[in-house]
């Protein structure tokens, strides 16, 4: 290795997966298994009327493969909310149903993780310790979960130990993130690089989210 100490035992990284859609770029999910699911989104429904032959085990079989390639290379796999929810707004049997379907769909393909990666940048409290009577909270450490991420970009980085878990910050390196830092909307990113430096300057204008 070039540079040692850039990465702490040769660690790559932790990629949060959904499932809503299947994963790795292979259709995955259970969703696809039914054509006639009264419930299956018009676009999943019209790519099964033009592919006849698809075979759902054989999808999950080749997106194993590469899992299993990844992390023999060192790449680590978090969950992501099979739906990408925002568990913030959800009620308790909701996300009881979405982690089902990560169970049952991600987790044989990636392997289990004790670690879920938040969408939307929302989380399960503010930020401190968690309230640990929550049921929210009580469900996903019944589930295995002890370290929890959301999206901050207050701060260069944040880190809270509880008595049993783990919560940390993350700061999504997106376009959006960039864009804004680079026309000086934003400055949350300027301790990495310098995002004028790197971003397009023919790149249209980024909408607001």
């Not at 783990?166 to 993130?177: E, V």
Request: proline share 5%.
């Amino acid at each position: 290795m070039e540079h040692p100490d850039a990465s702490y035992r040769g660690a790559k990284g932790i990629i949060a997966l959904t499932g809503y859609n299947g994963i790795l770029g292979y259709r995955t999910d259970e969703s696809y298994n039914d054509i006639n699911n009264p419930d299956l989104s018009s676009d999943k429904r019209k790519w099964l009327e033009n592919h006849p032959d698809f075979n759902l085990e054989q999808e999950r079989v080749e997106a194993k493969k590469v899992a299993d390639a990844m992390k023999e290379d060192g790449w680590e796999f978090a969950s992501h909310t099979w739906g990408h929810l925002r568990v913030g707004d959800k009620d308790l049997e909701t996300l009881m149903e979405d982690t089902r379907k990560w169970r049952e769909n991600v987790e044989p393909l990636v392997g289990p993780t004790d670690t879920i990666i938040f969408a939307h940048g929302q989380d399960l409290g503010d930020w401190g310790p968690y309230d640990e009577s929550d049921a929210k909270y009580q469900f996903f450490r019944s589930q295995g979960y002890n370290i929890f991420c959301n999206v901050d970009a207050s701060s260069e980085y944040m880190t809270w130990f509880g008595t049993d878990y783990l919560r940390q910050g993350r700061r999504n390196l997106d376009g959006y993130r960039i864009y804004n830092n680079a026309i000086g909307q934003q400055d949350n990113v300027s301790d990495l690089f310098d995002a004028a430096a790197i971003i397009d300057p023919q790149r249209p204008p980024v909408p607001a989210l």
